[in-house]
């Protein structure tokens, strides 16, 4: 079973789901900016992709300045809080596969947790070539 944290407003996190969905995989679709996180959750999320918190934090497009998560003395524990109260300071995808968990960024990171390849061509919504012709990686 493959799980994605996927935010549907994402381009990267839709990719990685049509990634996912071309590999022949129906993954389970966490929306986690309707469903929120818990603690627990996110602890173990982040011990499985060998991720801090400040690590795992959306610095663009999130609340995560205004909140003044980005000064370096800001704890991981004040910074996993601010994610609680404002799930979208989550960096997304998160997919867990039972290869592993990862922070699908950029997208094609998400090819070495599934089982098997798309077939090729495969592009991005902005039209990079992820596989070619022939199901192979292009770097």
């Known amino acids: 079973m493959i799980v994605i944290h996927h935010n549907p407003d994402c381009g990267t996190s839709r990719n990685v789901l049509q990634i996912i969905r071309a590999s022949g995989s129906d993954p389970v679709i966490i929306d986690y900016l309707s469903d929120g996180w818990t603690r627990p959750q996110l602890l173990a999320l982040f ?20 909140l003044g998560l980005l000064d370096e003395g800001v704890s991981d524990e004040t910074i996993l809080a601010a994610m609680l109260a404002h799930p979208v300071l989550v960096n997304r995808p998160i997919v867990a596969s039972p290869k592993g ?19 090729g061509p495969l592009f991005k919504e902005d039209g990079q070539m992820i596989l070619n012709e022939k199901g192979e990686i292009l770097d």
């Open 47 to 66: 011990a499985a992709c060998d991720l801090t918190p400040r690590q795992a934090l959306r610095t663009t497009k999130s609340p995560a300045a205004e």
């Open 101 to 119: 968990t990862r922070l699908c960024r950029p997208s094609e990171t998400v090819l070495p947790l599934l089982d098997r390849l798309p077939p």
